[in-house]
């Protein structure tokens, strides 16, 4: 039987393997909670910081800078009262010197309009500069322990794999996807559902060489369970060429372990 990816404005999911789909991801995400140090923690500058930092670089640089740039700035007052060149200087060894204009003025807003804390509702958070969908949903998830849908590329991807979705390029500045995503969102252990979905993006189901035989979705999954390598190579799948796909029959996958964490917020 052949794969056929679906749109979103067609989209019937089995609810017993939305089911099982939620369970096993949360029960991933449970097992990765303490992988990070921002990751256990519920205070919303702590958790901007990180995925700032985290802003197309490999995570386990980012681990020493975040420590020393929470013990240099332990508050919103303190980072907005800093120099630019005070905050570069912690966050040098990343690069990407933007960063430090954006924390501050940042920091700054916060302090200046919000009373130096941040604000809990979606829209407001994007109203901050460098916020987009991807860290507010974050945010609103981790900090405020809201149901939200996350959508990044990991997010993007392993729904493609495992429920043939396709998502349009844009999709993440159309009203309606998040709508759509809230399905797939449990609306407790939110924490722990989002950090399992983005990691077995990261570290199972791979843009190259996904490692499928680890995978506590196979059993469910469209792609892994198609019978026919050719149909494999047919399907569609975002932000991964079907021709990385080949190695995957008789579930021979190669070892092949990217490491990260809220690395790929294309979704921004």
């Known amino acids: 039987m052949a794969v056929k990816d679906r749109s979103m404005n067609s989209l019937h999911i089995d609810p017993e393997h939305l089911e099982q789909f939620i369970e096993k991801i949360t029960e991933f995400g449970l097992s990765r909670l303490s992988a990070y140090p921002w990751r256990l923690?519920?205070?919303?500058?702590?958790?901007?910081?990180?995925?700032?930092?985290?802003?197309?670089?490999?995570?386990?640089?980012?681990?020493?800078?975040?420590?020393?740039?929470?013990?240099?700035?332990?508050?919103?007052?303190s980072l907005a009262n800093a120099t630019d060149d005070e905050i570069m200087q912690v966050i040098k060894p990343l690069g990407l010197a933007y960063r430090a204009k954006r924390l501050k003025k940042v920091a700054s807003i916060l302090v200046e309009r919000y009373g130096g804390k941040f604000p809990e509702e979606f829209n407001e958070l994007l109203k901050l500069p460098g916020v987009g969908n991807y860290i507010a949903g974050v945010l609103v998830c981790f900090a405020f322990d809201k149901r939200f849908p996350v959508l990044d590329s990991n997010v993007r991807r392993v729904l493609n794999r495992v429920f043939g979705i396709v998502f349009?390029?844009?999709?993440?500045?159309?009203?309606?996807?998040?709508?759509?995503?809230?399905?797939?969102?449990?609306?407790?252990?939110v924490r722990e559902f989002v950090i399992g979905l983005?990691?077995?993006?990261?570290?199972?189901?791979?843009?190259?060489?996904?490692?499928?035989g680890l995978c506590p979705l196979k059993n469910i999954c469209r792609t892994y369970n198609s019978s026919h390598q050719r149909e494999l190579s047919q399907h569609q799948f975002l932000d991964c060429p079907s021709q990385l796909h080949r190695e995957n029959r008789g579930n021979r996958i190669r070892n092949h372990l990217v490491f990260g964490s809220y690395w790929d917020a294309s979704g921004e």
């Open 41 to 77: 923690e519920k205070d919303p500058y702590r958790i901007f910081v990180a995925e700032v930092l985290l802003q197309r670089t490999r995570t386990q640089q980012v681990v020493p800078v975040y420590e020393n740039f929470i013990k240099k700035f332990p508050t919103i007052q």
């Open 168 to 189: 349009p390029a844009d999709a993440h500045k159309r009203s309606g996807t998040l709508q759509m995503l809230e399905k797939f969102f449990p609306s407790q252990r």
């Open 198 to 212: 983005l990691d077995l993006g990261i570290t199972v189901c791979l843009p190259k060489n996904p490692r499928c």
